[in-house]
């Protein structure tokens, strides 16, 4: 191959780029957070026999890239040799707590020296195994510096204390803002409830602080848990503005899109992270794994989850969902049945579950528990104005047959169900104003569903047919009849079609649905319901509230029978007709 210089190469150019090229130190790779570049270079200097106690640098680098693994078989080797830092055993028990071994963890910090760290990591202990007493204990020792206070703002977000965690956020953003920051709150808009104003208040913080950045990302989540899905998004702005290619705030976003739209629009988010995805992001792969599952609708599920049970807390949650989407209940409440639930997100799913359950096998005792969690829930102090803590409290009422109260709570929130939710949540809605006798309302609500799996469900069909039957449409009813396969469900319709229409004066369509169900089963009951829908569509045809046409029909239907008494109503039917010129 000929190579075409416009001027020729000098070795002076080639020394000079050579001296130009250097190997950047290991704090130029630790202040751009680019631990597979310090590591390297760890490595690298280790190999070469330049020992500037890499050991304890590379067990930190594979910590902070999530190579937990890693680092604690580095700091047990370091652990054996007699010459060892003070600090060892405090980070191999961080080592261990992020690999969810909590026992050896704590028997590790038996031997480290006294240290705040170590405090905070015993108060993490004291959380993960549920030991109250010394999760006070060590609050107690907490003390007012920065690493203690988000210390304890994370043990107030994982037991779902999400404003408190906000709160100590907030007073640190306070004491680390600008000195020449405007914080002047009347710039707030008024037209906000106290809520959302605090959160516009706290985002106004953000922006002012010098520091910090990170609790952008925490506060972020917060609200998030919060369900203020818009106002995370606003708050997580500002970190992602300084580090664009933060794996956790994007994943957050994407969450965040998730909830405001759609999958679709949380998955085009997370793209560009499952792009790049390398071992600088190998500590979010197992989340953005399973979050892609949930934005795909459980596509994967099986193939995903269930590796991951026992290490993302949301994956057996989502597992759980899936099996019941999948109408595998039985899998669901084998997987949800020992967990012991801490935060609402769990006591919601096992309620819902135990209510399925209860449905399914018509257990007391199963709907009775569901009804405990949800009234837990939506009784609960930071759960009672949130949309979950709502729908809690209609489903407890809807367990208990307490309509008007289910309506009450649904109304309170049905603005704020997405498209994709909107179906599930006009199901329960339609059900409980039919439920309270709003057939009008109902029908509207059944209508505007487009899920196709709602719309074949019999309670879906039996309930329209009856708010079509209250509102004067039986005509709409039968036709829900005639859609339907040969099978039992049908028979149970056909039966609520007659007695519904019977019990309202349609007795046209009674008539044709007796009939129907005298052919399927010739009892007593089904002839006497027959005759007596026969005979009132006469007296209407009589009153002319009924066309005369239909008389010749009438008789028909009663030709079907082979009972004694359908003679006499014939001849009677047939001289009226006579009478008024009708061709029976």
């Not at 799913?349 to 939506?378: C, H, P, W």
């Amino acid at each position: 191959m000929i190579l075409s210089r416009s001027k020729p190469a000098s070795s002076e150019g080639v020394k000079k780029s050579a001296s130009e090229k250097r190997i950047p130190k290991l704090e130029e790779f630790l202040e751009k957070r680019d631990y597979t570049g310090a590591l390297t270079l760890l490595e690298f200097n280790s190999s070469s026999g330049s020992n500037l106690d890499t050991e304890p640098w590379m067990g930190y680098c594979a910590f902070h890239l999530g190579d937990y693994k890693r680092a604690s078989t580095i700091y047990e080797n370091l652990k054996a040799k007699d010459q060892t830092p003070s600090d060892l055993s405090t980070n191999l028990a961080c080592c261990y707590f992020y690999l969810g071994m909590y026992p050896e963890s704590q028997r590790v910090l038996e031997d480290a020296p006294e240290s705040r760290l170590k405090n905070r990591l015993l108060f993490h202990l004291a959380h993960k195994m549920d030991n109250e007493a010394k999760l006070a204990e060590y609050n107690h020792k907490l003390q007012d510096v920065i690493e203690d206070q988000l210390s304890l703002a994370s043990i107030h977000y994982l037991r779902a204390h999400y404003q408190e965690a906000i709160d100590v956020y907030k007073k640190i953003l306070l004491e680390n803002r600008d000195s020449d920051s405007d914080t002047d709150d009347s710039s707030l808009e008024e037209k906000w409830d106290h809520n959302i104003l605090e959160a516009l208040r706290v985002i106004k913080i953000l922006r002012d602080s010098r520091e910090y950045f990170a609790l952008n990302v925490y506060v972020a989540l917060c609200y998030y848990k919060l369900d203020y899905y818009d106002v995370s998004q606003e708050v997580l702005q500002v970190y992602l503005q300084k580090y664009p290619d933060s794996a956790i705030a994007i994943n957050l976003k994407a969450c965040n899109n998730f909830r405001l739209y759609n999958g679709t629009a949380a998955q085009s988010e997370m793209k560009p992270l499952i792009d790049k995805m390398s071992n600088s992001l190998s500590f979010s792969h197992d989340v953005i794994r399973h979050n892609t599952v949930v934005f795909k609708g459980g596509e994967g599920a099986l193939q995903i989850l269930p590796n991951l049970v026992d290490v993302i807390p949301e994956a057996r949650l989502n597992l759980v969902i899936y099996y019941l989407k999948q109408d595998d209940v039985r899998e669901a409440f084998d997987l949800i049945k020992d967990l012991e639930p801490a935060v609402p997100q769990e006591y919601i799913l096992k309620g819902i579950v135990n209510a399925v359950m209860g449905q399914e096998t018509n257990s007391r005792d199963n709907i009775k528990t569901a009804n405990q969690y949800f009234q837990q829930v939506g009784k609960s102090a930071s759960e009672c104005d949130t949309i979950h803590g709502r729908q809690c409290m209609a489903s407890s009422f809807f367990l208990c047959n307490q309509f008007e109260d289910v309506l009450m709570y649904l109304n309170s929130i049905k603005t704020y169900f997405s498209n994709e939710d909107e179906d599930y949540f006009n199901f329960n809605y339609a059900q409980a104003q039919a439920a309270a006798g709003y057939f009008k309302e109902a029908e509207e609500a059944f209508l505007t569903i487009r899920n196709q799996k709602y719309k074949n469900d019999y309670i879906y069909i039996s309930i329209l047919a009856r708010c079509y039957i209250m509102n004067k449409k039986p005509q709409l009813a039968w036709n829900l009849y005639l859609k339907m396969d040969t099978s039992r469900e049908s028979f149970n319709l056909l039966q609520l079609i007659a007695n519904d229409c019977y019990e309202v004066g349609e007795f046209w369509y009674a008539a044709k649905a007796f009939d129907m169900l005298e052919r399927m089963d010739p009892t007593p009951e089904h002839w006497e319901g027959k005759r007596g829908a026969c005979c009132g569509t006469f007296q209407y045809i009589v009153a002319e509230k009924q066309p005369k046409e239909l008389l010749a029909e009438v008789i028909q239907l009663l030709k079907n029978t082979s009972n004694s008494q359908v003679e006499q109503i014939i001849r009677v039917m047939r001289k009226w007709g006579k009478d008024n010129r009708i061709n029976c």
